[in-house]
C-alpha cells in the first residue's frame, strides 16, 4: 500500500453514519473516496457527500455515493482533503489540482477539516510549492504584470495541451514561484491578495484545519 492510500484509508475511519462529508480532491483524497464508497457498498455507510470538483464528483458518482452541493446541506460535519504542503504552524498551500475554490469554500462551511498528506508535503515554511492563485480572465493579464512587478514570480498554469488552464470555474490560475512565505507574513499575503480585484481565491488556507494525517514508514501519524 502506497503512503497517499495509507492515509486515505485511515481517514475514511473518521467517517460515521449519517455525516455530511465534504470530498477533496487529487491523488490522496482519491483513496479516500475510494474507501467511503467502498464502505457504503460493504457495510453500508449511510453518508451524504459534498465533492470539492468535476473530478471528484465524477469518481463519487461512479462509486455511487449520494451528493448533495454545499447550497443544498444544512453544514458540512467533516471534510477530508489533500494538501500541498503544510507547515509546521498547520498552516497549507492547497490549489496544486487547480479546485482551490470549491475546496476552500466547502472547507469554510465544515465543522472539521481532516487533511491527507504524505511526509512529503510536511515543512518547516510554505512557499517552496508554488502559490495558486485563482483569478478572472478579465484583467488576468494586469495581474500578471502586477505579480511581476511585486518580484513575486508569477506563471500562468497551462494544461498538458500547452493551453492556458481552465479551473472548474472556468477561471485561470497564476502559480507564484515564492520560494519562501515567512510565517509572520503568511496572513498580510493572504489579505493582500484577497484584496485584489480579479482574483478568486488564493491557495493559502489559514487557521482551517483541525487534524492532519501524515502517511510515513508503515504506520500513518496523527497530528492534531
Ligand atoms: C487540489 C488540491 C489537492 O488537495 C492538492 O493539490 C494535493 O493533491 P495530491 O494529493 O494529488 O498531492 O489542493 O486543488
Do not use: C
Not at 470538483?53 to 482533503?81: M, R
Amino acid at each position: 500500500m502506497n503512503l497517499k492510500q495509507m492515509v486515505g484509508i485511515e481517514a475514511a475511519k473518521y467517517v460515521k453514519d449519517g455525516m455530511i462529508v465534504g470530498l477533496g480532491t487529487g491523488s490522496t483524497a482519491y483513496y479516500l473516496v475510494e474507501e467511503i464508497g467502498r464502505r457504503i457498498k460493504e457495510e453500508g455507510l449511510n453518508i451524504t457527500g459534498v465533492t470539492t470538483s468535476k473530478a471528484t464528483e465524477q469518481q463519487a458518482l461512479n462509486l455511487g455515493i449520494p451528493l448533495k452541493s454545499i447550497d443544498e446541506v444544512s453544514h458540512v460535519d467533516l471534510t477530508i482533503d489533500g494538501a500541498d504542503e503544510i507547515s509546521s504552524d498547520f498552516q497549507g498551500i492547497k490549489g496544486g489540482g487547480a479546485a482551490l475554490l470549491f475546496e476552500k469554500i466547502v472547507a469554510s462551511y465544515s465543522d472539521k477539516n481532516i487533511w491527507i498528506v504524505d511526509e512529503s508535503k510536511m515543512v518547516d515554511d510554505l512557499g517552496k510549492f508554488p502559490l495558486p492563485v485563482e483569478v478572472i480572465p478579465y484583467g488576468s493579464q494586469q495581474l500578471l504584470k502586477l505579480f511581476k512587478e511585486k518580484n513575486l514570480s508569477p506563471i500562468l498554469r497551462l494544461n498538458k495541451e500547452n493551453e492556458i488552464l481552465k479551473t472548474d470555474s472556468g477561471n485561470y490560475i497564476i502559480d507564484l514561484h515564492l520560494k519562501k512565505i515567512d510565517k509572520e507574513q503568511t496572513h498580510d499575503l493572504a489579505t493582500w491578495l484577497n484584496s485584489l480585484a480579479g482574483v478568486v481565491e488564493h491557495g493559502l488556507f489559514l487557521n482551517i484545519v483541525n487534524l492532519v494525517i501524515v502517511g510515513k514508514g508503515t504506520e500513518p501519524e496523527t497530528l492534531e
